[in-house]
Nanobody
Framework: DQLEESGGGLVQAGGSLRLSCAASVSPYFNYHIAWFRQAPEKHREFVAA????????YYADSVKGRFTISRDNLNKMVYLDMNALEVEDTAVYYCGADQAFNSDWPPKDSGMDFWGKGTLVTVSS
């Protein structure tokens, strides 16, 4: 079982990026998938989550209206579309999987069963 993020990079403020998370967790439909991020010298924080069945979504207030999480169940991929990026969005972005049974919603950092290694997003002014 593993998660692998991709799609990070350098972008100017106001620009867009799409992050991808390949979720090789089994069984795939048992897991909520969430994005977290960690900026330099800050704690990891929740960004967005999609439920195991793709029917529920949750966003941090700081990204609501700018970021969209989606789930491609056929290909076991989860995406984070980030628009109107701000310098404050600069961070390492992590994909996490949380087994849905008896878990919190939205998922908590401490409840994640698997993590990817992260992908760096840098937003320049």
């Amino acid at each position: 079982d593993q998660l692998e993020e991709s799609g990070g990079g350098l972008v100017q403020a106001g620009g867009s990026l799409r992050l991808s998370c390949a979720a090789s967790v089994s069984p795939y439909f048992n897991y909520h998938i969430a994005w977290f991020r960690q900026a330099p010298e800050k704690h990891r924080e929740f960004v967005a989550a999609v439920s195991w069945n793709g029917g529920n979504f949750y966003y941090a207030d700081s990204v609501k209206g700018r970021f969209t999480i989606s789930r491609d169940n056929l290909n076991k991929m989860v995406y984070l579309d980030m628009n109107a990026l701000e310098v404050e969005d600069t961070a390492v972005y992590y994909c996490g999987a949380d087994q849905a049974f008896n878990s919190d919603w939205p998922p908590k950092d401490s409840g994640m069963d698997f993590w990817g290694k992260g992908t760096l997003v840098t937003v320049s002014s």
